[in-house]
């Protein structure tokens, strides 16, 4: 099974800022990696696909990156409707799909 | 506008069964492989099973693996979820998927989700 490590477990910034959120697979996984997003008491969206793909309606402040076992998140300047969790997933085992254990951002 | 709804969901003893089910509108529903996924109470996201979008392709997540079964009526542009000989691990909101393409890679609109607590 393809593990998937998340780092840092919470992000603290404040709105501007920008957030940088690190994804980690224990054996590569080329670019078959997705980035999504989970506010409080609502399910996740996508965000990217395919390591770098921003999903339809996505602003361009978010952008992902890497390939192999090393993937990042970048949100240029965060808004405050931005605050959540943040989760990977990779689809390189398929067909058994993992997700990473999430990076919250909240609110400094 | 893509809607998926889940229902289904409810309090089951330990043992028991319970099927979900997933109403899908305003996409061609028998073109997208569709998944279930669950979150336990403050946990992460699990991926529980997915199914092609012609049925041909399923598999499941080893924890549920012989008791769980998805299937899909594109009839009825309906999804389920089979839970039998569930356990009190199993508690947890189970969400209805749909994914980008026919196979089930990456998760692009998700339902609301439905409870499923199981306890004695």
């Known amino acids: 099974e393809i593990v998937l490590t998340q780092s840092p477990a919470t992000l603290s910034l404040s709105p501007g800022e920008r957030a940088t959120l690190s994804c980690r697979a224990s054996?590569?996984?080329?670019?078959?990696l997705a980035w999504y997003q989970q506010k409080p008491g609502q399910a996740p969206r996508l965000l990217i696909s395919?390591?770098?793909n921003r999903a339809t309606g996505i602003p361009a402040r978010f952008s992902g990156s890497g390939s192999g076992t090393d993937f990042t998140l970048t949100i240029s300047s965060l808004e405050p409707e931005d605050f959540g969790i943040y989760y990977c997933?990779?689809?390189?085992?398929?067909?058994?799909?993992?997700f990473g254990g999430g990076t919250k951002v909240e609110i400094k | 506008e893509v809607q998926l709804l889940e229902s289904g969901g409810g309090l089951v003893q330990p043992g028991g069964s319970l099927r979900l089910s997933c109403a899908a509108s305003?996409?061609?529903?028998?073109?997208?492989?569709m998944t279930w996924v669950r979150q336990a109470p403050g946990k992460g996201l699990e991926w529980v099973s997915g199914?092609?979008?012609?049925?041909?392709?399923?598999n499941y997540a080893d924890s549920v693996k012989g008791r769980f079964t998805i299937s899909r009526d594109s009839s009825k542009n309906t999804l389920y979820l089979q839970l039998d000989s569930l356990r009190v691990e199993d508690t947890a909101v189970y969400y209805c998927?749909?994914?980008?393409?026919?196979?089930?890679?990456?998760?692009?609109?998700w339902g609301k989700g439905t409870t499923v607590t199981v306890s004695s």
């Open positions: 305003g996409f061609s529903f028998s073109s997208h492989a």
């Open positions: 998927v749909k994914c980008l393409g026919y196979q089930y890679y990456y998760m692009d609109v």
């Open positions: 997933q990779q689809r390189s085992s398929w067909p058994l799909l993992t």
């Open positions: 054996q590569s996984v080329s670019n078959s």
């Open positions: 395919d390591a770098s």
């Open positions: 199914i092609s979008s012609s049925g041909g392709s399923i």
